[in-house]
T-cell receptor
Framework: KAGVTQTPRYLIKTRGQQVTLSCSPI?????VSWYQQTPGQGLQFLFE???????NKGNFPGRFSGRQFSNSRSEMNVSTLELGDSALYLC????????????FGNGTRLTVT | AQRVTQPEKLLSVFKGAPVELKCNYS??????LFWYVQYSRQRLQLLLR?????SIKGFTADLNKGETSFHLKKPFAQEEDSAMYYC?????????WGAGTKLIIKP
């Protein structure tokens, strides 16, 4: 069974640009969640989707958005990039998202210069 | 406020010694708690969850509601246990994470 796949693995962007990250969950998993990981703040929740519906959103500015498609694949978008957005962005999938274990991708390393 | 605290950033023990990684939580309700582990150059993965009450790779964790703790224990550490360990609390479709403890097992 293929694991969670995130693309691209690395991205370098300039302040003010926007970026789209992609996540393909494990087959059969309908919940996809996104986390930001930084040395200073650790792992922080961005949002969670189930069957194309956002069920929860973390405490991030509106520049951070996401969506889920009918095949459960998900994308997150960050507009007007700031230096502080440099981080590892992790996607995780689970069957239902309600207390079920998360399966993580390798992450996308975003560097904003 | 919901919070997970891992007081030790770094824990270093000798091979064969017991290991205890501490985790305390703050949650108004019945908590759903997990331990995740990240080995070098590998993705973050589930180690165990309190609801299953099982032992994985020799590790166990018991939920103590009175002390609001979910400490991870192993009686005899092995070198392959060296990794980053995260305690996490499930709440409303998200995981609230501790800061993580880096465990180093010395030969």
């Amino acid at each position: 069974k293929a694991g969670v796949t995130q693309t691209p693995r690395y991205l370098i962007k300039t302040r003010g640009q926007q970026v789209t990250l992609s996540c393909s969950p494990i087959s059969g998993h309908r919940s996809v969640s996104w986390y930001q990981q930084t040395p200073g703040q650790g792992l922080q929740f961005l949002f969670e989707y189930f069957s194309e519906t956002q069920r929860n959103k973390g405490n991030f500015p509106g520049r951070f958005s996401g969506r889920q498609f009918s095949n459960s694949r998900s994308e997150m978008n960050v507009s007007t990039l700031e230096l502080g957005d440099s981080a590892l962005y992790l996607c995780a999938s689970s069957r239902t998202g309600e207390g079920s274990p998360l399966h993580f991708g390798n992450g996308t390393r975003l560097t904003v210069t | 406020a919901q919070r997970v605290t891992q007081p030790e950033k770094l824990l270093s023990v000798f091979k064969g010694a017991p290991v205890e990684l501490k985790c305390n939580y703050s949650y108004s309700g019945s908590p759903e708690l997990f331990w995740y582990v990240q080995y070098s150059r590998q993705r973050l993965q589930l180690l165990l969850r309190h609801i299953s009450r099982e032992s994985i790779k020799g590790f166990t964790a018991d939920l103590n509601k009175g002390e609001t703790s979910f400490h991870l224990k192993k009686p005899f550490a092995q070198e392959e246990d060296s990794a980053m360990y995260y305690c996490a609390l499930d709440s409303n479709y998200q995981l609230i994470w501790g800061a993580g403890t880096k465990l180093i097992i010395k030969p």
